[in-house]
């Protein structure tokens, strides 16, 4: 019998497999095709605002896309680096077949973790004997059955799927792979309610059939720039020196690391008109389409109606990999048929001659809205069952990542008998993606954004480690050497911010003299202008430097997000019973009693946050809470 079965082996189940098996659980992984593991079926990048973070975040604890993202991206940006630290954050285009074989490497290199090829049909539970927790079973479709004490669910888009291009329809998880249909069924038995939402992707054309000079280049960072915390400039780089890319123009500068460009195009009123003429042949309008699909990645024919003023929408193309011609077509997204698909794409200049490798496609899928998922992320329904990515109604790699991390980290910690871990809002920006699951209803597939943290600034990318780093060594993920580094340079950071407070000099300009940080304050002031004025510490780690310039500059603002977080964390802490019928309490309200007992809060502060739920409420559940207390 196993500890921990992971069913998925996409970036969710990666993370809570490998989670599992380094807290020392005899932990298996299930695939319905092994070399799809980790696959990217859409974008192959990673990072972004709000994503760039998690992927930190997923690395300061000790999981490993971080690690795999630095192995096999062909190019790299930071993004925002006009606005503030906060919305800061990396992005990363990978090659999308390194990265897969890469993570597959770490599974078959990782002790107490074996990996399986089957599709899991049914799951099961047998009641608990004696003082012996119960055990899940789960079937696979050759009718082998498996035992654990724990599962963890991380199907994304094969559980229920249907693949739609115009008007045909067939049952699909992803383009070429099977769809988990039996196993919906199996959830429903088990007394779970599924839901249903819908994405897709957009065609993949040939990049020897595209004319790069009608193009705009986007090229990567002329610096390093990396996702893990334990990569430095020694890194080498798997790529080919001499890229065979068409996508690679002749003559492209090759900076400090072999990057392939993207390319940006735009569509025009042609691409328009052709759209507007065919939709009636639409999925998404004729009625085909019956899930609710991401407001911030809609089709483009969504996008053409929803915006019928804006005169064109901008197309990225993306490389997929070093050794393929398949350029991914960004902000493309469609289920039009074939025909459509192909005459859209030629009505713009750069694309004319453009031949479409793989059809771009909607695909609906289940999901189990997550008011019955623990902030554990342990089903409420079934003990020992777990459940991350999007069968949480999540979308994006990063996302599922950060889930499958959590919930194999939960799993494992059921298992010892240990306490979940659940990270709060103030912490990570995990905390706030799995609070918002657990407290909020979902109308259509959730995507992370810094403007959901309401203390972004204190949440940043730069400073991930500093803030998990800690609890991933307490954990037992992270290893004793780099959490000593991590001590190191907090160290570090607090001596010099001090060393500033303390050291005063005469600017030039300026009569008088001034603290290094209060001149650092200054709005046009850098670390690096301290040290051209022989105020800065020259020996200093760059990454110190960067954390020294933010602390002392936003000094202000951060104090006054902390002092909120002191203010809230009464509420954050005080615990709600778990068998508190809400519909009982004298003086609540009818709907924050429906809203309560759907989602069950584990604390007053979850509760605060479930939808319908007003400070009243709030208030009056104290009320109850305090006299519950006293008897």
């Known amino acids: 019998m196993y500890d921990v079965i992971v069913i998925g082996a996409g970036h969710a189940g990666c993370e809570a497999a490998l989670a599992a098996a380094r807290l020392g659980c005899h932990t298996l992984l299930f695939s319905m095709n092994l070399e799809n593991i980790a696959l990217m079926p859409c974008n192959p990048s990673i990072g972004g605002p709000a994503k760039g973070h998690l992927v930190r975040e997923i690395d300061a604890l000790g999981g490993e896309m971080a690690r795999v993202t630095d192995q096999t991206y062909i190019q790299v940006r ?117 839901g249903r939402l819908k994405t897709g992707t957009p065609p993949r054309i040939d990049a020897r059939t595209i004319d790069f000079t009608k193009t705009v280049i986007q090229p990567g960072s002329d610096t390093p720039i990396y996702f893990s915390f334990t990569t430095n400039g020694a890194l080498k780089p798997t790529f080919l020196s001499s890229p065979p890319n068409p996508a690679y123009p002749p003559g492209a500068p090759i900076d400090w690391r072999p990057q392939l460009p993207c390319y940006l195009v735009t569509t025009s009123q042609k691409t328009h008109d052709l759209i507007r003429a065919n939709l009636h042949r639409a999925p998404l309008f004729t009625g085909v389409i019956k899930g609710i699909g991401p407001r911030y990645c809609p089709s483009i024919e969504d996008k053409i109606v929803k915006f019928a003023d804006k005169q064109s929408h901008q197309f ?57 998922t623990k902030a554990s992320l342990e089903s409420k329904i079934v003990p020992g069952l777990f459940l991350a990515g999007q069968i949480n109604g999540t979308t994006g790699y990063e996302e599922a990542a950060g889930q499958g991390l959590i919930a194999g980290i939960n799993a494992a910690n059921l298992v010892k008998g240990r306490p979940p871990l659940i990270l709060r809002r103030d912490q990570a920006y995990l905390g706030v993606m799995i609070d918002d699951l657990v407290t909020r209803e979902l109308s259509e597939p959730y995507r992370l954004f810094t403007s959901r943290a309401e203390f972004r600034l204190l949440l940043r990318h730069d400073n991930a480690d500093l803030r998990l780093t800690p609890i991933g060594y307490e954990l037992g ?62 020996a200093l780690d760059p990454e110190v430097r960067e954390q020294v310039e933010i602390e002392v500059k936003y000094q202000g603002y951060i104090e006054m997000q902390r002092r909120e977080i002191d203010r809230i964390r009464r509420l954050e802490e005080r615990r709600i019973p778990p068998d508190v019928d809400y519909a009982k309490l004298t003086g609540l309200r009818f709907e924050a009693g429906q809203k309560l007992n759907k989602f069950r809060p584990a604390t007053v502060g979850q509760a605060s946050r479930v939808d319908g739920v007003t400070p009243a409420d709030i208030a009056i559940l104290l009320v109850h809470l305090e006299k519950a207390g006293r008897h």
């Open 477 to 538: 993920l992270i290893g004793k050497e780099r959490y000593e580094a991590v001590e190191a340079k907090r160290e570090a950071i607090a001596r010099e911010i001090q060393r500033l407070n303390k050291v005063h000099f005469v600017p030039p300009g300026d009569e008088r003299a001034t603290s290094g940080a209060a001149f650092l304050r200054r709005p046009q002031a850098h670390y690096g202008t301290l040290l051209s004025l022989g105020v800065g510490a020259e």
């Open 316 to 372: 990225f193309l993306e490389p997929e990999g070093w050794a393929t011609t398949e350029v991914y077509v960004q902000g493309a997204n469609t289920s039009l048929p074939e025909d459509v698909q192909l005459a859209m794409l030629h009505s713009i200049p750069a694309l004319e001659k453009a031949e479409v490798i793989r059809v771009g496609y909607a695909i609906e899928y289940d999901f189990v809205p997550p008011s019955q």
């Open 78 to 194: 930071m993004l925002n680096t006009g606005k503030g630290p906060a919305v800061q954050a990396p992005r990363a285009q990978c090659d999308k077949r390194l990265y897969s074989s890469t993570m597959k490497h770490v599974l078959e290199r990782q002790p107490n973790l074996d990996l399986k090829q089957a599709l899991i049909e049914e799951i099961g539970h047998a009641e608990a004997s004696g003082p012996s927790p119960a055990v899940l079973w789960v079937k696979t479709h050759l009718g082998r059955v498996y035992e654990s004490r724990t599962v963890i669910l991380t199907t994304g888009t094969s559980l229920g799927g249907r693949i739609i291009v115009g008007d045909v329809a067939y049952e699909g998880g992803r383009s070429g792979e099977q769809a988990a249909t039996r196993l919906s069924d199996s959830l429903r038995k088990l007394g779970i309610h599924l």
